[in-house]
C-alpha cells in the first residue's frame, strides 16, 4: 500500500504516482568528482531505520520510483532514491540510451558509494544497516555499488551480472535477483553462470526467474506483468526483511 491505494494501482496510474512521487525530501551531496548530485529521501515513522538505496533505470529518477521509494518507507526503511542523471529523465527510449550512455563508469561508483556512505553517516536516520535496489541499468549498478563497499543485502532487477567470482568474494550480504524467462539482455546463461560464480565464491545469491522479458516490473513498460511484479515484489521486502531488519543483527 502507498498512502492507502495498493502499490500498483499507484504505479500504474501517472496522476496517482505523480502525487506519491512528491513527498520525498530533496537531498543534495558534493563529491570530488562527481560535483553535485541529487536524490530524494523518504522517511519511515520510526528512526533510525535501516536504509535502502534505490537506483533507477535507464530513463532516470522518474515519479514510479520515487513512488517506490515512499512505498519502503511506509514498510519501515528509509529509503533514498539516487539520481545518476543529474536531473534529466528521458521520454523515449532513444533518449534514454543516450542518457545512459553518458553515465561514466568511474562517476556512478563514486554517487553511489557517497551515497552509501552518507546514509550512515546520517546516525538520527540509519541505524547502520544499509541495501541497495535496482532496476536493469540500476540492477547492475546495484551490483557495482554493493562489490564496491560493505552492504547488507542487495537486490537486483534484471541488471546484467558483469563480475567474477575473485571481486565477488568482496561482497558482504546476500544477493537477491528477479529475471524474466524471455529476457534476451539478461538471458538465462548469464544468470546461471553468474549462480555458478557465486557459489565458487562461497556467496549467498538467491534467484528467480518469472513469466516475462525484460523489463517485467516496469509498469510503465510494454512488457510490464502484475502478477509477476507483485510476486517479485513480495519476495524482495521478505528478503529486505530478513536481511535489515534482523534485531539481533542491528547494532
Same mark, same amino acid.
Given at each position: 500500500?502507498?498512502?492507502?491505494?495498493?502499490?500498483? $494501482?499507484?504505479?500504474?496510474?501517472?496522476?496517482? %504516482?505523480?502525487?506519491?512521487?512528491?513527498?520525498?525530501?530533496?537531498?543534495?551531496?558534493?563529491?570530488?568528482?562527481?560535483?553535485?548530485?541529487?536524490? *530524494?529521501?523518504?522517511?519511515?515513522?520510526?528512526?533510525?531505520?535501516?536504509?535502502?538505496?534505490?537506483?533507477?533505470?535507464?530513463?532516470?529518477?522518474?515519479?514510479?520510483?520515487?513512488?517506490?521509494?515512499?512505498?519502503?518507507?511506509?514498510?519501515? @526503511?528509509?529509503?533514498?532514491?539516487?539520481?545518476?542523471?543529474?536531473? /534529466?529523465?528521458?521520454?523515449?527510449?532513444?533518449?534514454?540510451?543516450?542518457?545512459?550512455? =553518458?553515465?561514466?563508469?568511474?562517476?556512478?561508483?563514486?554517487?553511489?558509494? !557517497?551515497?552509501?556512505?552518507?546514509? /550512515?553517516?546520517?546516525?538520527?536516520? %540509519?541505524?547502520?544497516?544499509?541495501?541497495?535496489?535496482?532496476? %536493469?541499468?540500476?540492477?547492475?549498478?546495484?551490483?557495482?555499488?554493493?562489490?564496491? $563497499?560493505? *552492504?547488507?543485502?542487495?537486490?537486483? @532487477?534484471?541488471?546484467?551480472?558483469?563480475?567474477?567470482?575473485? /571481486?565477488?568474494?568482496?561482497? =558482504?550480504?546476500?544477493?537477491?535477483?528477479?529475471? !524474466?524467462?524471455?529476457?534476451?539482455?539478461?538471458?538465462?546463461?548469464?544468470?546461471? /553462470?553468474?549462480?555458478?560464480?557465486?557459489?565458487?565464491?562461497?556467496?549467498?545469491?538467491?534467484?528467480?526467474? @518469472?513469466?516475462?522479458?525484460?523489463?517485467?516490473?516496469?509498469?510503465?513498460?510494454?512488457? @510490464?506483468?502484475?502478477?509477476?511484479?507483485?510476486?517479485?515484489?513480495?519476495?524482495?521486502?521478505?528478503?529486505?526483511?530478513?536481511?535489515?531488519?534482523?534485531?539481533?543483527?542491528?547494532?
Amino acid at each position: 500500500m502507498v498512502g492507502g491505494l495498493p502499490l500498483a $494501482t499507484v504505479l500504474a496510474d501517472v496522476e496517482s %504516482c505523480r502525487a506519491v512521487a512528491a513527498g520525498p525530501i530533496s537531498v543534495t551531496l558534493s563529491l570530488p568528482g562527481a560535483g553535485q548530485v541529487a536524490a *530524494v529521501l523518504a522517511l519511515p515513522e520510526r528512526r533510525p531505520a535501516p536504509l535502502v538505496m534505490l537506483i533507477h533505470e535507464w530513463w532516470g529518477l522518474t515519479d514510479p520510483i520515487k513512488a517506490m521509494a515512499v512505498h519502503l518507507a511506509e514498510a519501515g @526503511y528509509a529509503t533514498l532514491a539516487v539520481d545518476l542523471m543529474y536531473g /534529466r529523465v528521458a521520454a523515449t527510449t532513444d533518449e534514454a540510451v543516450a542518457l545512459s550512455a =553518458k553515465v561514466n563508469g568511474a562517476t556512478a561508483r563514486e554517487i553511489l558509494v !557517497g551515497w552509501v556512505d552518507w546514509g /550512515r553517516g546520517q546516525e538520527q536516520l %540509519c541505524d547502520g544497516r544499509v541495501g541497495v535496489l535496482g532496476w %536493469c541499468f540500476g540492477g547492475g549498478l546495484a551490483l557495482m555499488t554493493s562489490l564496491a $563497499t560493505p *552492504v547488507e543485502a542487495t537486490v537486483i @532487477y534484471y541488471g546484467l551480472l558483469m563480475a567474477s567470482g575473485v /571481486r565477488l568474494s568482496a561482497l =558482504k550480504g546476500p544477493v537477491l535477483g528477479h529475471f !524474466g524467462e524471455r529476457d534476451t539482455f539478461v538471458p538465462a546463461s548469464m544468470v546461471a /553462470r553468474f549462480t555458478a560464480e557465486m557459489t565458487a565464491a562461497g556467496r549467498d545469491f538467491r534467484s528467480h526467474v @518469472y513469466n516475462g522479458g525484460h523489463g517485467f516490473a516496469n509498469p510503465t513498460g510494454n512488457h @510490464y506483468h502484475r502478477e509477476e511484479t507483485k510476486l517479485a515484489w513480495g519476495r524482495t521486502l521478505g528478503f529486505l526483511g530478513e536481511t535489515l531488519k534482523d534485531t539481533n543483527n542491528l547494532r
